[in-house]
């Protein structure tokens, strides 16, 4: 049975970020399955923009050279920001042949636990054991649907995360749940296509970003100053984005104060290069859904305000709700003795489960290491802090043996030449 120190699962931006920074480690065996970029590729819609500053869009890599610059240069193609999604889709395929050409296509089907460590099943029938895995599989198994828009069929009411391509609905009339990012960039994109289109959210006002008052602060505090209240990392309001930049720092704060900054740090909000391209699209707030049927082949839905409408596709852009137990990969026993809040895995040190050897990357980090984990920025953190606890750490038998008791044999060893 082929055996591999640390198996990475997952091909996006973090498990690409992971693979490069734990090559670092001399003679440790990384292997890394996915389709790269994949949920960007397929699950986002062609035509959207990042959100995410220039700076915040570089993947990590820790000799600071896969970076959009030298993609643009070597690519010969002229980037600008907003980064556009095919250009960011290209780019992480560019970073993943560079850092990571050994990379497996394959699917991890299944992560049980093993002796060895862990037992790692592939979609092509081969079985592997891992001394260590990190999982970086993220968020597409998390899109959350509303009940009432639950059970009727996708061709009628979708999330947002089903579709690649909106100009499919070119002519159709339809309407799109939710006042976040992705709901606003749907409707822009749905009308832009030659849809009709309406937003029905929740919230009582959408939070643009970069607003006037934003801007002419930025623009009179000056570049330092900027620079003292506002991260690199692009991840929330003026001075609490330092604090969710350090995620060590933010951890230590109290369990109530880190929910509130992170809930203000990623409360829905909407790009102000959006406003323009939804002027003709009506956006009706504080509205809720209360009833919701389908028509023969339309959807009438109903609002708590006694508006109606009868359209032919519903679009839910209400997000994702995190809940590890959704990882249909990981074997039930392994969800049974993962500590959990809210359904985010309680992470320590290394980004490590209550399980040890098996790390968790990416949004579900967020409970432990706060919002920075939802984005592509937070790779910096999340790569280094994964290397440096198995740099430290290694495979060591004793360490194991002592977190896990006495099922785990004593012939794990600690990484080559480290
Ligand atoms: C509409 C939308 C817009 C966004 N815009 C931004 C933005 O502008 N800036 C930003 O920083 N973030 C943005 N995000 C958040 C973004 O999703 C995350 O920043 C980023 O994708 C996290 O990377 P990841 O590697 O954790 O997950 P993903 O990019 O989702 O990668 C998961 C990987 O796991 C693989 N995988 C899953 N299951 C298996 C399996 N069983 N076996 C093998 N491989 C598997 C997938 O193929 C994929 O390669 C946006 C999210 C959405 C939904």
Redesign the pocket.
């Known amino acids: 049975m082929t055996t591999c120190d640390v198996t990475i699962?997952?091909?996006?931006?973090?498990?690409?970020a992971a693979g490069n920074h734990l090559k670092q480690i001399k003679g440790l065996e990384v292997c890394v399955?996915?389709?790269?970029?994949?949920?960007?590729e397929h699950?986002?819609?062609a035509g959207?923009y990042?959100?995410?500053n220039w700076t915040?869009?570089q993947i990590a890599d820790p000799n600071h050279s896969l970076t959009l610059e030298a993609y643009q240069v070597e690519s010969g193609s002229h980037l600008f920001q907003p980064v556009p999604l095919d250009r960011f889709v290209q780019y992480g395929k560019w970073y993943q042949r560079k850092a990571l050409p050994d990379l497996d296509r394959?699917?991890?089907?299944r992560i049980a636990s093993d002796p060895k460590g862990f037992r790692v099943a592939l979609?092509d029938g081969e079985v592997m054991t891992s001394k260590r895995v990190v999982v970086?599989?993220?968020?597409?198994r998390f899109a959350w649907c509303p009940p009432d828009f639950a059970g009727f069929p996708s061709c009628l009411v979708s999330h947002?995360?089903e579709h690649s391509n909106l100009a499919k609905f070119a002519g159709k009339q339809t309407l799109v749940i939710g006042g976040g990012?992705?709901a606003l960039?749907s409707a822009a994109l749905l009308h832009e296509g030659g849809a009709t289109t309406e937003v029905f959210a929740r919230s009582r006002r959408i939070h643009w970003l970069q607003g006037w008052a934003s801007k002419s602060l930025h623009h009179r505090l000056g570049r330092l100053t900027n620079r003292l209240l506002y991260a690199p990392t692009d991840v929330g309001p003026a001075g609490i984005s330092q604090l969710m930049a350090r995620p060590n720092l933010l951890r230590r704060l109290p369990r109530s104060l880190q929910d509130r900054l992170r809930k203000r740090s990623v409360r829905p909000a909407g790009a102000r290069w959006l406003v323009d391209r939804l002027r003709e699209v009506p956006i009706h707030l504080g509205r809720s859904a209360v009833s919701v049927a389908a028509v023969g082949e339309r959807m009438k839905v109903r609002f708590d305000d006694g508006t109606e409408r009868t359209v032919d596709h519903v679009l839910l852009g209400t997000g994702?709700r995190i809940d590890v137990s959704k990882y249909d990969?990981l074997a039930p026993e392994l969800v049974r003795s993962l500590g959990t809040f809210n359904g985010y895995p309680i992470l320590r040190e290394g980004l490590e489960t209550s399980i040890p050897g098996l790390h968790i990357?990416?949004?579900p980090a967020a409970w432990s290491f706060g919002p920075l984990m939802?984005?592509?920025?937070?790779?910096h953190y999340a790569s280094q802090a994964l290397t440096r606890h198995i740099a430290r750490n290694g495979l060591s038998a004793r360490r194991v043996r002592d977190s896990v008791g006495a099922w785990y044999p004593q012939e794990v060893s600690v990484p080559r030449n480290n």
């Open positions: 699962l997952g091909a996006g931006p973090y498990g690409l399955f996915g389709d790269p970029m994949s949920f960007w699950n986002m819609p959207m990042l959100r995410s915040a869009t394959r699917q991890v089907i979609s970086a599989a993220g968020i597409g947002s995360s990012q992705s960039e994702y990969f990357l990416g949004a939802q984005f592509v920025s937070g790779t």
